[in-house]
């Protein structure tokens, strides 16, 4: 139909799995939002810290990082309007 997946629908998807996760007392896997990954792909000459965007997102959607099993990282191409899906596994 033409319409393309917008990333308040990917953030919406990332805030329901982390809750249900966190409901069950599971943060063994992460569900990052898009813009976490927008922040890491577009540096700029002057990025945020590592320690700024934890402090940012890691309330929201992250958990102990020695608990984490797997992240899953929405990555937006811009140029031909598809989402990919990376995940990380944590060893």
Request: include cysteine; charge should be negative.
């Amino acid at each position: 139909d033409g319409k393309h997946l917008q990333s308040g629908v990917i953030n919406l998807v990332a805030v329901g799995l982390t809750q249900a996760y966190r409901g069950c007392q599971r943060s063994d896997y992460w569900f990052m939002p898009w813009s976490f990954t927008n922040h890491v792909l577009m540096w700029t000459e002057k990025p945020p810290t590592v320690e700024k965007l934890i402090r940012h997102y890691k309330d929201k959607y992250m958990g102990d990082i020695d608990a984490c099993k797997e992240i899953y990282l929405p990555i937006c191409d811009h140029v031909y309007e598809h989402w990919y899906l990376c995940i990380v596994n944590v060893v």
